[in-house]
């Protein structure tokens, strides 16, 4: 157990809607990480936010957003979903920005 | 950008014997190298890393890696394959940015099957 959770475990949803996918870091970890895993694409960084602060952007749609919150949970937001947009989404967590990252066990989303 | 490649889709390997999981990585200055391994229906599980210093470096559950900078690789090995061992292995590099952000790069990923 790394000690991120994440919630839910398992998300079905239909085309068009918005989800919402939640993210504790480890205690004292102040980085978290989005990262997306599919089939065709691999694992793929999303986006990353450091003591509630936007640090960095990777292939993350404009239909998806994040946040972290002040006790710095995470949230990642997607929203149109489209059929591609099923996946398992991670969230990762370090003390600092260069340390070893903690990954949670992972939401699949299932897109029907 | 800094990224890696696993070459191998799939590493077939008997218990007892050694395993060795493949990366190549394509760095601009220092690279920054992990391990992982994820198990089905599990999160990645951090296996080692490499940053500086010595070329053999030693991680969880009896798994080692080999830095070489002249061939840029960076091989998972294990003396002993066990058929516990049987997961998807993921290499990934660190892509520093500007505001020292910490993103991960990763490989395709190998799935290793220890044959009983």
């Known amino acids: 157990d790394s000690g991120v959770t994440q919630t839910p475990k398992h998300l079905i949803t239909a085309t068009g809607q918005r989800v919402t996918l939640r993210c504790s870091p480890r205690?004292?970890?102040?980085?978290v990480y989005w990262y997306q895993q599919s089939l065709d694409q691999g694992l793929q960084f999303l986006i990353q936010?450091?003591?509630?602060?936007?640090?960095a952007k990777g292939n993350i749609l404009e239909r998806f957003s994040a946040q972290q919150f002040p006790d710095l949970h995470s949230e990642l937001n997607l929203s149109s979903l489209e059929l591609g947009d099923s996946a398992l989404y991670f969230c990762?967590?370090?003390?600092?920005?260069?340390?070893?990252?903690?990954f949670g066990p992972g939401t699949r989303l299932t897109v029907l | 950008a800094q990224s890696v490649a696993q070459p191998e889709d799939q590493v077939n390997v008997a218990e007892g014997n050694p395993l060795t999981v493949k990366c190549t990585y394509s760095?601009?200055?220092?690279?920054?190298l992990f391990w992982y391994v994820q198990y089905p229906n599990r999160g990645l599980q951090f296996l080692l890393k490499?940053?500086?210093?010595?070329?053999l470096v030693k991680g969880s559950y009896g798994f080692e890696a080999e830095f070489n900078k002249s061939q840029t690789s960076f091989h998972l090995k294990k003396p002993s394959a066990l058929v516990s061992d049987s997961a998807l292995y993921f290499c990934?590099?660190?892509?520093?940015?500007?505001?020292?952000?910490?993103?991960?790069?990763f490989g395709k990923g190998n799935q290793v099957v220890v044959i009983p």
């Open positions: 760095v601009s200055g220092n690279p920054y």
């Open positions: 490499y940053i500086t210093g010595d070329n």
């Open positions: 205690s004292g970890d102040l980085s």
């Open positions: 936010y450091y003591n509630g602060e936007e640090r």
């Open positions: 990762a967590s370090s003390r600092e920005q260069g340390d070893t990252q903690y």
């Open positions: 990934a590099v660190r892509d520093l940015g500007y505001y020292g952000n910490n993103r991960l790069a």
